[in-house]
T-cell receptor
C-alpha cells in the first residue's frame, strides 16, 4: 500500500520567515495530494491540495509543489504569522475505484515565534 | 453551509464495553469516511461509506464497524473496547461517489474516546 513520509517533525520559525514541509510518497499511482492544518482540539482543516497533472499551486501565502518523478511534494508558507502555528499533515490518495482513502504523513508541528 | 458534525465530542468507556459514534456530513455530501488518530499511529483510515454501503475498508479488526443511513449520516461502532482503542475518531465527508466524485475530504472536529 501507499506510504507517506513527512519531514521535519517539528519546525520553529520567526514570524515573517518562510516555512517548508516536505513529503515523499511510494505509490506512483497516487494522484491527489492534500495538505491539512490541525489546531489543538480541532479536526484537520484542508488548506490546499494539488493533483498530479499540476506542478505547483498557490493560494495567497501558501503554495504546494509536486515532483512526480521524484515522488515528493512540499508545502511552502511565506510571511508566517503566529496563527500559522499548528500541526500540518500531508496526505496522498488515488481517486480511482474504491481507493479514495487518504494516507497521511506523520505530521509537522510548526511553531511561529513572535 | 454547516460543516461536518460529530457527536458526542468526548466519551469515556470501560474496557469490554461497546461504543457508537455519530457523524453528519456536509449538506449534499454523500460519502463519509472514518479515520482514527493516535499519537503513536497517526491518522489511519477505517472505512468509507457511500449510498449506505461500505465501499472501502482499512486494516482494522472486525470489532470496528459502521453504517450509513439514507440521509448520508453515518455511525461507527467499536465492540469489546480495548485500552488501545483510545483515540480521536474523525469523520470526513466528500461530494459525490468514490469513483466519480470530488477528491476533497472535509473533516469534522472528532470524537475523543478514552477507554479505561
Amino acid at each position: 500500500g501507499e506510504n507517506v513520509e513527512q519531514h521535519p517533525s517539528t519546525l520553529s520559525v520567526q514570524e515573517g520567515d518562510s516555512a517548508v514541509i516536505k513529503c515523499t510518497y511510494s505509490d506512483s499511482a497516487s494522484n491527489y495530494f492534500p495538505w491539512y492544518k490541525q489546531e489543538l482540539g480541532k479536526g484537520p482543516q484542508l488548506i490546499i491540495d494539488i493533483r498530479s497533472n499540476v506542478g505547483e499551486k498557490k493560494d495567497q501565502r501558501i503554495a504546494v509543489t509536486l515532483n512526480k518523478t521524484a515522488k515528493h511534494f512540499s508545502l511552502h508558507i511565506t510571511e508566517t504569522q503566529p496563527e500559522d502555528s499548528a500541526v500540518y499533515f500531508c496526505a496522498a490518495s488515488k481517486s480511482s475505484g474504491s481507493a479514495r482513502q487518504l494516507t497521511f504523513g506523520s505530521g509537522t508541528q510548526l511553531t511561529v515565534l513572535p | 453551509k454547516a460543516g461536518v458534525t460529530q457527536t458526542p465530542r468526548y466519551l469515556i468507556k470501560t474496557r469490554g464495553q461497546q461504543v457508537t459514534l455519530s457523524c453528519s456530513p456536509i449538506s449534499g455530501h454523500r460519502s463519509v469516511s472514518w479515520y482514527q488518530q493516535t499519537p503513536g499511529q497517526g491518522l489511519q483510515f477505517l472505512f468509507e461509506y457511500f449510498s449506505e454501503t461500505q465501499r472501502n475498508k482499512g486494516n482494522f479488526p472486525g470489532r470496528f464497524s459502521g453504517r450509513q443511513f439514507s440521509n448520508s449520516r453515518s455511525e461507527m461502532n467499536v465492540s469489546t473496547l480495548e485500552l488501545g482503542d483510545s483515540a480521536l475518531y474523525l469523520c470526513a465527508s466528500s461530494f459525490g461517489s468514490p469513483w466519480t466524485g470530488a477528491y476533497e475530504q472535509y473533516f469534522g472536529p472528532g470524537t475523543r474516546l478514552t477507554v479505561t
